[in-house]
């Protein structure tokens, strides 16, 4: 399993949301490239960058911070927020983007991601399908950065969309991001358990060095941290068993 740092920007700054909550907002003194710098240091091949004002807005608002971070080519992003159009996922392809997550148009448009995975190829997309879980712990589908609610179920869109070649899913349990209480770990392990072909990358809930190893064990491909690794809550040497280049 691969570890890959996040960082979330809002305005430019790097930030972190409470179960997606856009009014829960913490801000840190860093910046992007401070981190992405870090991160290289300590081994990361990848770094998940999401522009949330994009994710709410629909419209890409922190382009100039993931050019600025796609130059140093010390990592590969991957960038989210705000990827509604096959345009826009060419642009920041363009900028030097690695891969480019969408989530909404997964969610809501899903004939039209099966033409960008035509367009783009499988391993430059990954879709965001972010849940929450309903009464009988069924994952069923957010979009909008969070904000709209649906009644799909994240397994019958994994099985259309992954019929028709998709290979990259970032899952998230919007009840565990940002909170520090621990990662979804039976969600992944039914992730794995119904889609093996899926590479997926788990995001949410991610304390310390041992919800790492719990991930790894579920056979995720990738678990995706930012708060707990902006808080230094896993040091450089807790995370080397999981960084490719350390």
């Given at each position: 399993?691969?570890?890959i740092?996040s960082?979330?920007?809002?305005a430019?700054?790097?930030v972190?949301?409470?179960?997606?909550?856009?009014?829960?907002?913490?801000?840190y003194?860093?910046?992007?490239?401070?981190?992405l710098?870090r991160?290289?240091?300590?081994?990361?091949r990848?770094l998940?960058?999401?522009?949330?004002?994009?994710?709410?807005?629909g419209?890409?608002?922190?382009?100039?911070?993931?050019?600025?971070?796609a130059?140093?080519h010390?990592?590969?992003?991957?960038?989210?927020g705000?990827?509604?159009?096959?345009a826009t996922?060419?642009r920041?392809?363009?900028?030097?983007?690695a891969?480019?997550?969408?989530g909404?148009?997964?969610i809501?448009?899903?004939d039209?991601?099966?033409?960008?995975?035509?367009?783009?190829?499988?391993?430059?997309?990954?879709?965001?399908?972010?849940?929450?879980?309903?009464?009988?712990?069924?994952?069923?589908?957010?979009?909008?950065?969070?904000?709209?609610?649906?009644?799909?179920?994240?397994?019958?869109l994994?099985?259309?969309?992954?019929?028709a070649?998709?290979?990259?899913?970032?899952?998230?349990d919007?009840?565990?991001d940002?909170?520090?209480?621990?990662?979804?770990l039976?969600?992944?392990?039914?992730?794995?358990r119904?889609f093996?072909?899926?590479?997926?990358?788990?995001?949410?809930?991610?304390r310390?060095?041992?919800d790492?190893?719990?991930?790894?064990?579920?056979g995720?491909?990738a678990?995706?941290?930012?708060?707990?690794?902006?808080?230094?809550?896993?040091?450089?040497e807790?995370?080397?068993?999981?960084?490719?280049?350390?």
């Open positions: 399993m691969e570890l740092p960082i979330d920007l809002r430019g700054t790097v972190r949301l409470r179960h997606g909550d856009f009014a829960a907002e913490t801000r003194p860093t910046s992007a490239a401070g981190l710098a991160y290289a240091a300590a081994g990361a990848r998940h960058v999401v522009d949330l004002d994009g994710a709410r807005d419209v890409p608002a922190n382009e100039a911070v993931l050019r600025e971070l130059r140093s010390a990592l590969a992003i991957q960038a989210a705000g990827v509604r159009e096959a996922a060419a920041l392809l363009a900028a030097g983007a891969r480019v997550v969408v909404s148009v997964a809501e448009s899903p039209d991601l099966l033409q960008w995975l035509a367009q783009f190829g499988a391993d430059r997309l990954v879709a965001a399908l972010d849940v929450r879980l309903d009464a009988g712990a069924t994952p069923r589908l957010a979009s909008r950065g969070w904000q709209r609610q649906t009644q799909q179920s994240l397994w019958d994994v099985g259309r969309l992954g019929d070649g998709l290979r990259h899913v970032l899952c998230t919007i009840g565990r940002g909170a520090l209480g621990g990662p979804n039976d969600l992944y392990r039914d992730c794995i119904r093996p072909a899926i590479a997926w990358q788990a995001s949410g809930g991610v310390d060095a041992a790492l190893h719990a991930l790894a064990g579920t995720v491909a678990a995706i941290s930012g708060k707990a690794l902006l808080e230094g809550r896993i040091s450089d807790e995370m080397a068993p999981f960084l490719p280049a350390a």
